[in-house]
């Protein structure tokens, strides 16, 4: 038998026994039953205890008033413990009385065990239930007691605790935690690929996008909103030059200009993709919002009248819907289909000035800010609403792509995350770009949306990594401030900029052939 105190590892804290018997059901649970037997007999160490081997034995041979003795003998186990392994044998022992038709047995081992066991009355009373049920007489034979009781022993590995049992698939756990750990440390990964375990796992600055790939320059002027499509094939850019432009996104990462939206008479300030990429809306500033089809750059439809204040507009998941909030505080927030029928609105003295909207893409949250600094998170199934107080001005609104996160740009040169449910006492706080006076748009990206962007008024964009509160890379290239940025949700080392300077930049991961082609 190897020596117990062995010990293994370049820090010494690893018992060498343990090891082994880690390996050897690793082997045993990935079907290598020779390897692991092999294993067993050369190491003189058994994947399975003496104590549980003897558990084993008795639940085999259906012994079991000896499995209840072996519980009761068994000093590592809590009182939780042995009443929950002593409610399985003996309610196999009750289902085999019963498939056996001794209903007066089973009777007495559920009134003088079993109802003793402190494991929930509900559970109990399910075994009287079975009693009673005359379905339960005799519909066992052998063959599916053995089953049964192959099951039970699985079921008492995972009650009974270390070093009695090993806990299921001990080895893929530590590997798995590890190898996440390592993934969740790294503060530049961007990527959904599985990692290898062969080395320590660690990404460059090379995954994020870094350096300009190309620069659009087909605004006349400030370029004030961009973002991608759902699918990640186009952009959508809007301007003070009072035009949309509609981008496609090439099979080897270029954009192309694919239609030019010329309609609104008032600068366009904000943009939306219908989640099925279809349609995009457009807000001109200060005046109506309109509908555009993505395949033939024709406006579809119009909402609102001049008079209606358009600060912004959101999707709901079946693209059939869609919201609108206005500066105004007489109109509120309005619900329309996409052919403008009204079929929903929030107005009153509850619903003032809205400077921004968002719908979580699961459609379960509207959020609103208005007021200035007040986060508005209505449930739309229940109706229920909780409102956030933020001590600075709001000047812009994004929610994760998992819908379970927002974040809010502030005025006082801060960018705070708050959770949709509402388990945040306080925000996560992101810092070091520059906001005072202008309204600049942040946004999640990256590899499971792990990155925040943010445009700045020194002309620079900004990401962080949500875990870190200072940015982890600076990016310049703009001449003038940087208003709103997007990332490309499917390719993630892809990222769009959109500054006054009147162009928007497309940045990717560093490379020496990267370049600044204009379009």
């Known amino acids: 038998?190897?020596?117990?105190?062995?010990?293994?590892?370049?820090?010494g804290v690893i018992k060498k026994h343990e090891f082994v018997r880690i390996l050897i059901q690793c082997l045993y649970s990935l079907g290598y039953d020779k390897s692991a037997s092999?294993?067993?007999?050369?190491?003189?160490?058994?994947?399975?205890?003496?104590?549980?081997?003897?558990?084993?034995?008795?639940?085999?041979?259906?012994?079991?008033?000896?499995?209840?003795?072996?519980?009761?003998?068994?000093?590592?186990?809590?009182d939780e413990q042995r009443d929950t392994a002593l409610f399985l044998v003996s309610k196999?022992?009750?289902?085999?009385?019963?498939?056996?038709?001794?209903?007066?047995l089973a009777l007495s081992l559920l009134r003088k065990q079993i109802s003793k066991l402190k494991v929930g009355r509900e559970k109990v009373?399910?075994?009287?239930?079975?009693?009673?049920?005359?379905g339960m007489n005799k519909v066992h034979d052998d063959n599916g007691f053995q089953e049964l009781r192959k099951y039970l022993i699985s079921e008492l590995e995972q009650v009974i605790p270390p070093p009695i049992t090993v806990p299921d698939r001990r080895l893929e756990h530590l590997v798995d935690t590890v190898a996440a750990s390592q993934v969740n440390s790294c503060i530049y990964?961007?990527?959904l690929d599985p990692v290898s375990i062969y080395k320590d796992h660690r990404c460059g600055r090379d995954q994020l996008p870094t350096e300009t790939v190309q620069i659009l320059s087909a605004h006349k002027n400030e370029v004030w909103f961009v973002q991608f499509s759902n699918?990640?094939?186009?952009?959508?850019?809007?301007?003070?030059?009072?035009?949309?432009?509609?981008?496609?996104?090439?099979?080897?990462?270029?954009?192309?200009l694919e239609h030019t939206l010329k309609s609104h008479q008032n600068p366009v300030s904000f943009v939306a993709w219908s989640p099925d990429d279809t349609m995009l809306l457009t807000c001109g500033n200060s005046e109506v919002l309109r509908l555009w089809d993505v395949e033939t750059g024709t406006c579809k439809h119009t909402f609102g009248d001049n008079g209606f204040?358009?600060?912004?507009?959101?999707?709901?998941?079946?693209?059939?819907?869609l919201v609108c909030g206005s500066s105004d505080p007489k109109k509120g927030i309005c619900m329309w289909d996409c052919e403008g029928n009204e079929i929903k609105a929030w107005r009153g003295i509850r619903m003032p000035k809205i400077s921004d909207i968002a719908v979580t893409p699961n459609g379960e949250y509207l959020i609103s800010i208005f007021s200035d600094r007040d986060i508005r998170i209505l449930n739309v199934g229940m109706n229920t609403e909780r409102?956030?107080?933020?001590?600075?001005?709001?000047?812009?609104?994004?929610?994760?792509?998992?819908?379970?996160?927002?974040?809010?740009s502030l005025n006082s040169q801060e960018i705070h995350m708050w959770d949709v449910e509402g388990c945040f006492e306080k925000p996560l706080r992101y810092k070091g770009h520059q906001q005072h006076k202008y309204v600049i748009r942040s946004c999640f990206g990256g590899a499971n949306g792990m990155f925040i962007a943010s445009g700045s008024e020194n002309s620079q964009v900004y990401i962080w990594n949500r875990r870190i509160s200072d940015p982890i890379e600076v990016l310049s290239g703009h001449s003038m401030t940087v208003n709103c940025v997007s990332w490309n949700p499917k390719r993630h080392q892809m990222l769009a900029s959109a500054s006054d300077d009147q162009t928007i930049r497309i940045w990717g991961p560093h490379s020496e052939k990267a370049c600044s082609k204009e379009l």
Request: a negative charge.
């Open 92 to 104: 196999q022992y009750f289902v085999e009385c019963l498939g056996r038709g001794d209903n007066s």
């Open 309 to 321: 204040l358009v600060s912004s507009c959101a999707w709901f998941p079946d693209s059939n819907r």
């Open 125 to 134: 009373h399910m075994l009287a239930f079975g009693l009673l049920s005359l």
């Open 387 to 408: 409102v956030i107080s933020e001590e600075h001005q709001i000047t812009s609104l994004s929610v994760s792509g998992d819908s379970k996160y927002l974040i809010v």
């Open 231 to 256: 699918n990640g094939n186009y952009l959508a850019s809007s301007s003070s030059d009072c035009t949309a432009i509609i981008w496609k996104v090439l099979e080897d990462s270029k954009l192309v």
């Open 38 to 78: 092999c294993l067993e007999s050369e190491s003189g160490i058994s994947y399975k205890s003496s104590e549980f081997k003897l558990l084993e034995s008795l639940v085999v041979g259906a012994d079991w008033e000896g499995c209840i003795d072996n519980l009761y003998g068994i000093k590592e186990l809590t």
């Open 1 to 11: 038998m190897e020596n117990s105190t062995t010990m293994i590892g370049s820090k």
């Open 189 to 191: 990964h961007n990527s």
